[in-house]
């Protein structure tokens, strides 16, 4: 049952990862509409693909201007 559990955690934690990614690159301009899918697609790849984006298109996206609070 332990050995379950810690399954579990390291799932979670893969979870939360991935998900930090996808909203990354929802809230970055890539240039293209496709390369924005094509990074999109490369960060739900299952358990690397946050990785992937992390080491090679994190620092490829500009953060979008967009008008929030106090602009």
């Known amino acids: ?21 996808i909203i990354d690159v929802t809230r970055k301009d ?16 299952p358990f690397i693909g946050w990785l992937i984006y992390l080491v090679f298109g994190f620092r490829k996206g500009k953060k979008q201007g967009g008008g929030g609070a106090g602009k």
């Open 1 to 21: 049952m332990e050995t379950v559990i810690a399954w579990i955690k390291i799932g979670f934690v893969f979870l939360i990862l991935t998900l930090l990614a």
């Open 30 to 45: 890539f240039g293209t509409i496709q390369k924005k899918a094509i990074w999109g697609l490369v960060a739900v790849v």
